[in-house]
């Protein structure tokens, strides 16, 4: 167990590591809504690519089943 000095020793340093490293937060609002929105487009065209990819199956399917 700490006792006396040692543990205002470690507190005093373990501020000091806490100090030295960078807050999560970087960006100004206003990067930060930019960078939401970009993020949100690309998943959007990814949706729009796999709701035609499944559409395109789906009429494969479809076309195969009608076939035979």
Known sequence: MTRGNQRE???????????????????????????????????REKQQRGNTHLELATSTTKALASYG
Not at 14 to 26: C, E, L, P, W
């Open 9 to 43: 020793r470690d507190r005093a340093k373990a501020q000091k590591a806490q100090a030295g490293k960078a807050s999560k937060n970087t960006k100004s609002g206003a990067e930060m809504l930019r960078d939401k929105d970009t993020v949100a487009a690309i998943m």
